[in-house]
């Protein structure tokens, strides 16, 4: 079964644009990873925010997490063309040996 | 250091048959975890090894299984093969699992007629 959710599932931007996508779980957990998919390849992670950090950065990448709703969020600023990939989402529950995925949000970057 | 490799990448099988997959991890990475991807229902967690050990089993039927060599390499063997298992089969490996990041091969693209 799916942990996450994530929504959008598909949105399309102009390149230069900032992509929001959002993230809710069910559970609590230890950490939330984002993980990005080129169309029929493996995944390729991209952050992780463990569950007593509220926001993270990495390059144009920038997550939130807020733990009392059960929510998070992968903010892409300056988007490129390059950019153009699902974006899945990932918790780990307490107590657990595997890392659970959402249906992910198909980006779309126009140049 | 090598990534994840996986083999085959593309297999094409018909109904009731077996495929096996195989997963060799990144060298010294002894967590493996076992994914199935479909359109409908996205990624699909199947099971996850560590140390030649399976921790913990997703919700698939008993004709899904797998195991850990000593050298951390894996297999995962379906048997009895439906059309609704043709599949983008993921195998990731990390340092100790539980909620670690995940190294992601180019998956095993499985195809039943």
């Known amino acids: 079964s799916q942990q996450g959710e994530e929504d959008p599932q598909a949105l399309s931007i102009q390149e230069g644009e900032n992509a929001t996508m959002n993230c809710s779980y069910k559970t609590s957990i230890n950490n939330l990873q984002w993980y990005r998919q080129n169309s029929g390849r493996g995944l390729v992670h991209l952050i992780l925010?463990?569950?007593?950090?509220r926001e993270k950065h990495s390059g144009r990448l920038r997550v939130t997490l807020d733990t009392s709703k059960k929510s998070s969020s992968l903010l892409i600023t300056a988007s490129r063309a390059a950019d153009t990939a699902s974006y899945f989402c990932?918790?780990?529950?307490?107590?657990?040996?595997?890392?659970?995925f959402g249906a992910g949000t198909r980006l779309t970057v126009k140049p | 250091k090598a990534g994840v490799t996986q083999t085959p990448r593309y297999l094409i099988k018909t109904r009731g048959q077996q495929v096996t997959l195989s997963c060799s991890p990144i060298s010294g990475h002894r967590s493996v975890s076992w994914y199935q991807q479909t359109p409908g229902q996205g990624l699909q967690f199947l099971f996850e090894y560590f140390s030649e050990t399976q921790r913990n089993k997703g919700n698939f039927p008993g004709r899904f299984s797998g195991r850990q060599f000593s050298n951390s390499r894996s297999e995962m063997n379906v048997s009895t093969l439906e059309l609704g298992d043709s599949a983008l089969y993921l195998c990731?490996?990390?340092?100790?699992?539980?909620?670690?990041?995940?190294?992601f091969g180019e998956g095993s693209r499985l195809t039943v007629l």
């Open positions: 990932a918790t780990a529950m307490y107590n657990n040996n595997d890392m659970r």
């Open positions: 925010i463990r569950s007593n950090e």
């Open positions: 990731a490996s990390s340092a100790w699992g539980r909620d670690g990041e995940l190294f």
